[in-house]
């Protein structure tokens, strides 16, 4: 796996509903300059907005920002997304998974060090695309 990263970018965000689209722009274009076919930028817009969904559920009420890095490699875009407090995943976090995981490549659920749900998201490109 290549580890030198040629995009990077980090948002901390108010978690509105209403702004998944704004993240989903970022991470199409994300991949775009990439040089992901239009199918993969499509399937990494429509991961991203149900982990989205996802992490604002799992955190309720109470939560305050949910933080967001982009990292574009040569061979893959990896998203980090992290609840800006501690929660605990909840039973549909399993069901959201398996959509997650027909979407993109790699998909990973754990907490950080301090309780925080992170899941990361990973799309590798497909043999044929990139830029050069």
Known sequence: MTEHRRIGVAITMTPDP????????????LAEQ????EGAQRNLREALACACRQVMR????????LQLQFAGYEDRVEINLEDGQATVPDERTEADACLLAQLLDRVVYDQTPDGKLRLI????????EGRP
């Open 58 to 65: 799992v955190a309720g009420r109470e939560r305050e920002e």
């Open 121 to 128: 998201l990973v799309h590798y490109l497909a043999a044929g």
């Open 18 to 29: 209403e702004l998944i689209p704004a993240v989903q722009g970022m991470a199409g274009r």
């Open 34 to 37: 990439l040089g992901f076919g």
